[in-house]
């Protein structure tokens, strides 16, 4: 699944580049985290997903304490969960996720960054099929022997467990996160490289040089929408 890994960490490189947009990003997530469910973690699964992936991109704790105290002060402010499914350059495979209060110019600005740059947009499950979800984390300072004994020992399934640059990877089901999560904890692991509920596509493709130009500044353009939390796609963007 190398390449798998490469396209999660060239993603989280691109956000750690643009801290403003994804602290933006993690509060409106967190807010709708914890206005669907309880304010706390303990007892909000969704929200404590949320919390953990935030600590990933070291989102400062007064974003994090403004989002939900905003959710306990029963603000009025609502928002959709949308996915859109398109297609970029030489045929490759996108998703995205947004979260909005206005869902006519979402759709209107997703599709404006995918046909302004060689995409265009799909119907609903003409993309996602051929795309997993997963639940992936990222461990330093243990080898993938010690991850694997942690796992059994909880009696935690993983899908996959790879090491790779002094990183050991583990894809498990997305219902596994919360029981990889705390196997993890028990063993005295408590900082992860990555955590995340992702998209993983089933294979990656390749693309020309010029295409794939074209194709990154059609992701990028897609991930500085504001509305857009997530954006996934099936590209093998290299080292």
């Known amino acids: 699944m190398g390449r798998k890994w490469n396209n999660i960490k060239e993603k989280k490189a691109s956000k750690d580049a643009n801290t403003s947009r994804i602290y933006a990003k993690f509060g409106r997530e967190i807010y709708v985290a914890a206005k669907q469910g309880e304010p706390d973690p303990e007892a909000n ?6 919390l953990e992936r935030a600590k990933t991109y070291n989102v400062p704790r007064a974003i994090i304490d403004r989002a939900i105290e905003k959710a306990k002060g029963g603000s009025e402010e609502n928002y959709d969960e949308l996915r859109y499914e398109g297609f970029g350059p030489n045929g490759s495979m996108v998703i995205v996720d947004a979260l909005t209060n206005n869902v006519n110019r979402t759709a209107s600005e997703v599709r404006a960054a995918f046909g302004k740059n060689g995409g265009n947009m799909g119907v609903s499950g003409s993309v996602a099929y051929m795309f997993d979800a997963t639940a992936v984390f990222g461990i330093e300072g243990k080898t993938e022997e010690e991850v694997l004994e942690i796992l059994m020992e909880a009696d935690v399934d993983a899908r996959d467990i790879a090491e790779e640059d002094d990183t050991v990877i583990v894809y ?7 029981a990889v999560q705390e196997a993890f904890k028990n063993a005295g692991i408590t900082d992860f490289t990555i955590a995340e509920l992702t998209m993983l596509a089933q294979n990656d493709v390749e693309l020309p040089e010029d295409a794939q130009a074209q194709f990154e500044k059609m992701i990028d353009a897609l991930e500085d929408l504001e509305d857009v ?11």
């Open 45 to 50: 699964q969704a929200l404590k997903v949320v």
């Open 172 to 178: 498990a089901e997305p219902d596994q996160f919360h």
């Open 229 to 239: 939390q997530q954006v996934y796609h099936n590209v093998d963007l290299g080292e």
